[in-house]
């Protein structure tokens, strides 16, 4: 079946622009984490949805960083007046059991590469 | 706080040899281990996890062993190929919702 989905693959923004980047987990899976990936780095967990809940956004860099799930299934994350810090690959996963998290698998999307000039 | 570390890369093989990729964690509790690959151009994906102590995780010939006594995760191969070109993440879960990565390990297989 389809796996995670993630768009755009690839985004070019100005410094002080807003950009908008979409996730499309697996079908009927409950969880959608995002992470952020810096060149050369592991990915680095920015916030997690049980369905349209946002339990955890602890990993959110700055106030200008927003995610919602307002129906339990597709996923925005949002970057207010985006910097050049910003510039990374911002992955979505998904998971399917909503009990013990982190033991199960997390499928991860191909990724949307953000690049701030 | 929990943390992952592994060696750096990149590592550099000849095709059909021998591969160690070290890992270590810190953590409270009992975590899940994972493997994650991410072959050129795609993203992220399940290889192997060890959901507790003296597991063995496997999957396509490679092998990791959770080892709580020396708190490490190795991932071996018995004889790589080029196809296995790829970087590597050991990856860290505990009785939070987050996973928690390495750097990242970059594996070059040459025929």
């Known amino acids: 079946g389809a796996g995670v989905s993630q768009s755009p693959r690839y985004k070019v923004a100005k410094r002080g622009q807003d950009v908008a980047l979409r996730c499309d987990p697996i079908s009927g899976h409950v969880s959608l984490f995002w992470y952020q990936q810096a060149l050369g780095q592991g990915p680095e967990f920015l916030t997690y949805?049980?369905?349209?809940?946002?339990?955890?956004k602890s990993g959110l860099p700055s106030d200008r960083f927003f995610a919602e799930r307002p129906e339990g299934s597709v996923s925005t994350l949002k970057i207010q007046r985006t910097q050049q810090e910003d510039s990374a690959v911002y992955l979505c996963?998904?998971?399917?059991?909503?009990?013990?998290?982190?033991?199960?698998?997390?499928?991860f999307g191909p990724g949307t590469r953000l690049t701030v000039l | 706080g929990n943390s992952v570390t592994q060696m750096e890369g990149p590592v550099t093989l000849s095709e059909e040899a021998f591969l160690t990729i070290n890992c270590t964690y810190t953590a409270t509790g009992y975590p899940s281990l994972f493997w994650y690959v991410q072959y050129p151009g795609e993203g992220l994906q399940l290889l192997l996890k060890a959901t507790k102590a003296d597991d063995k995780g496997s999957n396509k010939g490679f092998e990791a062993t959770y080892r709580k006594e020396t708190t490490s995760f190795h991932l071996e191969k018995g004889s790589v190929q080029v196809s296995d070109s790829a970087v590597y993440f050991c990856a860290l879960g505990g009785n939070t919702d987050k996973l928690i990565f390495g750097t990242g390990t970059r594996l070059q297989v040459f025929p």
């Open positions: 949805f049980q369905n349209e809940a946002q339990l955890d």
């Open positions: 996963a998904s998971s399917a059991i909503q009990g013990a998290i982190s033991t199960d698998t997390q499928y």
